[in-house]
């Protein structure tokens, strides 16, 4: 069953416009140019996901559906492999999407290592190939609003990062920030552990007394080094920053953020869209 929830963000466009946001499509192809490690994973990950063609289809349906835009903030690889490196170059060359990596973009194998710049940058120019924008860091503006894509997915920002969103909010316009991974809030994060009870949230920027019960993994994971405490910091005290759209969580959740609302996003093999309309 389908999930499309609506947004609307009065901004002052120049025109009203519409997004299809979508996240964490999963494709899970591989073939004979991939090892047979890789050929195994990808059947034991489509028991989980499927392989994700229909979820990408029928996101590309919609968008066309509703006259949107399509957005999308990561995980649309489930790995890395010859097969679905070229579904995505298929998908960005057909259709217009702009896009922010998720920490999946760079899994050689998911979940087998230590996740960090090293470990992305073994893939990261033949991903970043198949797409049109720069899925690190990207500006894009419609109709008066600066879109920003931000890959915050491995829970940090770097300093180039926080220096060029700098430089898009000098810009003057209202900014749309994409990013993979939620952001943190006490109350997002009361919401995942009281509510939804689970221990771990899963968000950037979470202070690091609140992950005193996370597992050694998760605490070095997901605790804020320097550059990304000072980025969450910025993030949610800079008013041109109207509204923040994530994915990761495969839910879809509306939460207010210092003063804004920040909208996660479910996932896309769930038939899970969100369309933004903003005047
Ligand atoms: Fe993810």
Known sequence: M??????????????????????DTHLCL????????????????KNVFGDGEDALAWSIEKAKELDALLVHTGDLLDFV????IDAAKKFTDENDCFFAAGNHEFSQYVGEAWEDKAYRDQSLDRVQAAFKNDIRFCSRV????????????YYRFEQ?????LKAEVKRGLPILLFMHN????????????????????YFAGTPAEMMSDYDDHRFRQQCPDEITAEAADYI???????????????????TPYFGRMQYVTG?????????????
């Open 2 to 23: 389908e999930d499309l929830r609506i947004t609307k963000l009065s901004l002052g466009a120049e025109k009203p416009f519409r997004l299809l946001h979508i996240s």
């Open 30 to 45: 591989a073939d004979e140019r991939d090892n047979e490690r890789k050929n195994k994973l990808a059947e034991a990950r």
């Open 81 to 84: 492999s010859a097969a679905n």
């Open 142 to 153: 419609e109709n008066g609003i600066n879109l920003v894509a931000i890959d915050n997915s």
């Open 160 to 164: 180039e990062q926080l220096d060029a």
């Open 182 to 201: 939620p952001m943190h809030t006490d109350e997002f994060y009361n919401y995942r552990r009281k509510v939804q009870g689970v221990q771990i949230a």
């Open 236 to 254: 949610a005290n800079e008013p041109m920053i109207r509204a923040i759209f994530a994915g990761h969580l495969h839910f879809s959740h509306e």
């Open 267 to 279: 996932g896309a093999g769930d038939r899970v869209a969100r369309l933004i309309e903003i005047d």
